[in-house]
């Protein structure tokens, strides 16, 4: 279970999430549908504890970064790595 209260982002002066309350239950699925620049991958990268916020998000679990997966529409490659490095980093080595 994934609670969220009042849950505010903002970038500057701009409000993006607006005191966002939800919760998501064990074992369903949910879609968070919403238009260009909605704020729905902000409100993941809070989630996931890449944004800072004001509000509360309290789970089940002590660390809830340790319990979540998510791609981003951005990807994300090391600067420094080459190509076959970048991937034999991940947990499952490409050969």
């Given amino acids: 279970m994934i609670k969220i209260e009042k ?5 500057a002066r701009k409000q993006v999430l ?5 919760e998501f239950k064990k074992g ?8 260009n620049g ?11 504890g890449l944004e800072s916020y ?9 660390k809830l970064k340790d319990h979540l997966g998510l ?7 090391f600067q420094k790595l080459r190509g076959k490095n970048t991937f034999n980093s991940l947990p499952t080595p490409v050969k």
């Fill in 7 to 11: 849950l505010s982002k903002f970038y």
């Fill in 18 to 22: 607006n005191a966002i309350n939800v």
């Fill in 28 to 35: 369903t699925v949910y879609g968070v549908v919403g238009e």
């Fill in 38 to 48: 909605a704020g729905k991958t902000t409100l993941f990268r809070c989630i996931s």
């Fill in 54 to 62: 004001k509000g509360i998000i309290s789970s089940d679990f002590n």
């Fill in 71 to 77: 791609l981003s529409t951005e990807p994300f490659f």
